[in-house]
């Protein structure tokens, strides 16, 4: 299984960035796949998942309605769209798939992981 996020960079606050995510294997077939990020000196969390069958969604509370989470299952692509981006948002970011079918939002939960991207956000 191999998860290749890209997308980031350098922006400044109030504008907006996608992330990509392309995911791969030959036995790859998640059944959820989510975002993480993490800022300097702080922990990886949860920012938003998604099912891969299905339109179902989670985001953490600091980005509802600013970032939206998406697929296109034909292409094994999953994308993060944020918006009115703040400096907090600075960080390293992540995708990462589970099969369990459940929208969880721990890191132990997700055992694929990519290589992160990283966006940073100047006020």
């Known amino acids: 299984v191999q998860l290749q996020a890209s997308g980031g960079g350098m922006v400044q606050a109030g504008t907006s960035l996608r992330l990509s995510c392309a995911a791969s294997?030959?036995?790859?077939?998640?059944?959820?796949m989510g975002w993480f990020r993490q800022a300097p000196g702080k922990e990886r969390e949860f920012v938003a998942a998604i099912r891969v069958r299905g339109v179902s969604t989670r985001y953490t509370d600091s980005v509802k309605g600013r970032f939206t989470i998406s697929k296109d299952n034909a292409k094994n692509m999953v994308y993060l769209q944020m918006n009115s981006l703040k400096p907090e948002d600075t960080a390293v970011y992540y995708c990462a798939s589970r099969e369990g079918n459940f929208l969880e939002t721990g890191t132990h939960a997700y055992p694929y992981w990519g290589l992160g991207t990283l966006v940073t956000v100047s006020s």
């Open positions: 294997g030959r036995t790859f077939s998640p059944a959820v």
